[in-house]
C-alpha cells in the first residue's frame, strides 16, 4: 500500500536551492518487442523496439513505487462527461520535461537530465539522445527553438509574448542552443516558477514538433500555399490555422505528432475515444521494456448523471472522475456483483467546495457588498458546515477554510477554523452592522439600492453534491435574510461570465495545491490568475501584461501582490515568511469561503488490473489525479 509521503519528502523545487544536477537512470536491459507492433515490424513499417527507444531511456523505478512486471496488451477503458475531456488523457500520460513521483519530488522525465546553477537563474536542459516524435522524427533542440523563437516571440501567434513564467520582472530569458541535445535558458534574477510550471498538471510544452508545424508558420511556406489553405479551412489567417493545428493539450489535430504514452485517434465530434500506444515513448519498465503495458485508452462520453451506474454496472476498468463520496455505498453495494474494487484516495483540494464572492463583479452595489470583509464573514458564519458533512459526507469530512491541508508544512489550524463557526446571530449582527438591515416582506434583506438580497450562485453543472451543498446552505442563509438562486450553466459559459464581472458568486472546488510547501507559488493565494473566480480581473490584469482586466484597488490585494514578488525575489526563509503572510490574510478576509475538507475520494479499479495504488492522492496539482501513478505501468493480469 502506498503511504502518504511525509511532510519533509514534499515537493522540493530544486532550482531554488544549491546547484542542482538531476539525472536520469540507466536501461537495464534490452527491450523484447511489443506484439501490438508486430505485423509493423516485420513488414519495415516500424523499426525494431530498440531503434525506437532513446539511447538511455526513463527507467521506471518499481521497486521504489511499489510495482511489479507487467504483460503487454489490453484496452483500459474511463468515463468523461464530454468530449473536451479527451484533454485528460495527457493528464493521466503524464509525460514531462521533468516531473513529480510519488513522493511529490521532481525527476527527470522526457528529459535526461537538468543542471540548475546555484542561483536559480540558469537552466540547462538535456534530451535523451535518440528520443523521436510519434511520427518517428528526432526530437530535439530545434524543437525548443521553434516554440521560443517561432510561436512565443511572434506577435500573430502570442500577441502579449511568452507566457508569464517564462518571464522576470517583466523580460525575458537568454535562450541558447548548445547543442543538438542540449538548451540554456538563462534569466539575470532567479526564476522559482519554472521547474514547477515544467512540472504541472497542465505543462506549458516549451517545445513543438517544428517538422510538423513549419508548414503552417509563414516563415517557413510559400505564402500563396499557405493562404490557399487558410481560405480553404474558411479561417481568418495563418495564426488561426498554426493555432488550430498546434493543439498539444486539447488534442483537436489527431495528426499532430506527440511525446504522450497514447496517441488520439478518434476526431470530434464522437462518443467513444480511442488512444492508441506510441511506438517512440521513451519510458521503460526495469526489464527494458518499453512501456505503456497497455495497448489502447478508451474514453466514454456519457451524461455525468449516468456515470454512476455506469461504473456500478462495471463499464468502467478505471474509475475516479464524476464520482463522489455520495456514490461510494451503492459501488460497494454494486460490488458484489463485479469485478471491481472500491478504494479511496484522499484528496488533495484546500477545500472539496468552495464559495467564491466575485470581487471584481462588475454591479457597483454588488461590488460594494462583496469587497467588506463583514458580508463574507457574515455569509460564512451563516453556514452549518457541521449539517453539510453530516447529510452530505457520513460525517467524513472537515469544516475548513478553502486553504491548505494539515499535511503542510505551512498549515496553522487558524487558516482553517477562522470565521467558519455556525452562528446565526453573529452573521445577522454582521449584516446590520453593515447596513443592511432593511427587510422585505418576505424577511430578505435589501441592497443599498432597493434591491432583495438574492445572490445567484453559478456553478458548472458536474458536481451534483455542488448543488446538495448549495440547497442546505440556502436553508441557513435564509435565516440571516439572504436568498440564495442556483444557475447550472457549462465551464466554460461560467467561467467567462466571471472573467466579464457579470458573476456575483460562483462555486468551484477549493484550491488544487492543499500540500503546499514554501517553494511552491502561491499563485492560487494572490490575484495573477484570470482564473481565480474570487478576483477575475485582477487576475487578467496580470495575465496580460497590464492589457486588460483592472489594477488591484483594494489594500489587501496590494500586499498580496507585494508578498508575491517578495516570495518570488526572496531566499529560503523569506519565501516562507511571505507564505505564512499570505494565508494570514486569506484567514482574515476569507476571499473564498470554503465549506469542508478532507473528503475521500471513490476509486473504482477492476480487479484484475496491476500497479495502481490503493491509497493515494486525489489530486489536479501536484499529481495528476493518477498521473503520478504512472497510468503506462498499470497492466492487465487475465
Not at 589 to 598: P, Q, Y
Amino acid at each position: 500500500m502506498m503511504m502518504l509521503p511525509r511532510v519533509k519528502d514534499r515537493i522540493r523545487l530544486l532550482a531554488c536551492c544549491l546547484a542542482t544536477v538531476i539525472c536520469g537512470p540507466v536501461m537495464a536491459q534490452a527491450a523484447m518487442e511489443i506484439p501490438w507492433f508486430a505485423d509493423d515490424v516485420a513488414s519495415g513499417k516500424l523499426p525494431p523496439v530498440a531503434e525506437r527507444l532513446p539511447e538511455n531511456p526513463r527507467v521506471i523505478d518499481f521497486a521504489t513505487e511499489g510495482k511489479t512486471t507487467g504483460k503487454y496488451g489490453g484496452d483500459l477503458s474511463t468515463i468523461m462527461g464530454r468530449s473536451r475531456d479527451i484533454r485528460i488523457s495527457v493528464v493521466y500520460g503524464y509525460a514531462r520535461l521533468v516531473g513529480y513521483d510519488q513522493n511529490l519530488d521532481i525527476k527527470p522525465d522526457i528529459l535526461e537530465s537538468l543542471d540548475v546553477n546555484e542561483e536559480g537563474s540558469v537552466f540547462t536542459l538535456h534530451i535523451r539522445k535518440g528520443h523521436r516524435w510519434s511520427d518517428g522524427h528526432p526530437f530535439t533542440a530545434e524543437d525548443f527553438r521553434y516554440y521560443w523563437e517561432d510561436v512565443v516571440n511572434n506577435d500573430e501567434l502570442f500577441p502579449v509574448g511568452p507566457p508569464r513564467f517564462l518571464m522576470v520582472n517583466g523580460r525575458p530569458p537568454e535562450f541558447e542552443i548548445i547543442d543538438d541535445f542540449t538548451v540554456r535558458y538563462s534569466w539575470a534574477e532567479p526564476n522559482p516558477f519554472f521547474i514547477a510550471e515544467l512540472a504541472a498538471t497542465r505543462p506549458p510544452f516549451i517545445y513543438r514538433p517544428s517538422h510538423y508545424l513549419r508548414q503552417f508558420h509563414e516563415n517557413y511556406r510559400d505564402t500563396a500555399e499557405l493562404n490557399a489553405m487558410v481560405s480553404k479551412r474558411g479561417l481568418r489567417s495563418w495564426a488561426v490555422l498554426h493555432t488550430d493545428k498546434d493543439e498539444p493539450y486539447d488534442l483537436k489535430n489527431i495528426e499532430r505528432p506527440s511525446l504522450e504514452p497514447w496517441l488520439i485517434r478518434t476526431s470530434e465530434p464522437s462518443d467513444r475515444f480511442v488512444f492508441e500506444r506510441n511506438p517512440y515513448y521513451h519510458r521503460v519498465d526495469p526489464d527494458g521494456n518499453q512501456l505503456p503495458y497497455i495497448d489502447r485508452l478508451i474514453f466514454n462520453i456519457s451524461n455525468t448523471k449516468l456515470v454512476p451506474a455506469k461504473v456500478g454496472a462495471g463499464e468502467a476498468d478505471i474509475q475516479s472522475r464524476i464520482l463522489t463520496l455520495k456514490d461510494y455505498t451503492f459501488l460497494k453495494q454494486a460490488q458484489k456483483n463485479q469485478s471491481y474494487k472500491v478504494n479511496l484516495w484522499d484528496a488533495g483540494y484546500g477545500s472539496y467546495a468552495a464559495l467564491y464572492p466575485n470581487l471584481t463583479v462588475s454591479d457597483p452595489v454588488w461590488r460594494k457588498v462583496v469587497r467588506d470583509v463583514r458580508f463574507r464573514r457574515a455569509l460564512s458564519h451563516a453556514i452549518n458546515r457541521t449539517e453539510i458533512n453530516r447529510v452530505l459526507f457520513f460525517g467524513l469530512a472537515t469544516p475548513t477554510n478553502n486553504t491548505i491541508l494539515p499535511k503542510s508544512p505551512l498549515f496553522k489550524p487558524e487558516y482553517r477554523n477562522a470565521h467558519i463557526e455556525f452562528d446565526l446571530k453573529k452573521a445577522n449582527a454582521l449584516l446590520d452592522e453593515m447596513g443592511l438591515d432593511r427587510r422585505n416582506s418576505a424577511g430578505i434583506r435589501l441592497l443599498p439600492d432597493g434591491r432583495p438580497l438574492e445572490i445567484i450562485v453559478e456553478t458548472a453543472g458536474e458536481n451534483p453534491e455542488q448543488d446538495d451543498i448549495l440547497e442546505l446552505i440556502s436553508d441557513s442563509w435564509k435565516q440571516a435574510g439572504i436568498k440564495l438562486f442556483v444557475k447550472a450553466m457549462q465551464r466554460e459559459v461560467m467561467r467567462a461570465r466571471a472573467y466579464s464581472g457579470e458573476t456575483v458568486m460562483s462555486i468551484f472546488s477549493g484550491i488544487d495545491n492543499g500540500l503546499a510547501t514554501p517553494a511552491s507559488a502561491p499563485s492560487e493565494f494572490v490575484p495573477v490568475n484570470q482564473d481565480s473566480l474570487q478576483w477575475p480581473k485582477w487576475g487578467q490584469y496580470y495575465d496580460t501584461n497590464r492589457a486588460a482586466g483592472e489594477a488591484p484597488d483594494m489594500d489587501e490585494a496590494r500586499e498580496l501582490m507585494a508578498l508575491y514578488d517578495a516570495w518570488r525575489t526572496g531566499n529560503e526563509q523569506q519565501r516562507k515568511d511571505s507564505w505564512q503572510r499570505i494565508l494570514d490574510i486569506h484567514a482574515e478576509n476569507m476571499f473564498s469561503i470554503g465549506i469542508v475538507g478532507n473528503v475521500p475520494q471513490p476509486v473504482v479499479v477492476d480487479e484484475k488490473l496491476r500497479n495502481v495504488p490503493e491509497k493515494g492522492i486525489h489530486s489536479w496539482e501536484p499529481g495528476a489525479f493518477f498521473g503520478i501513478y504512472r497510468p503506462d505501468t498499470f497492466w492487465w493480469d487475465r
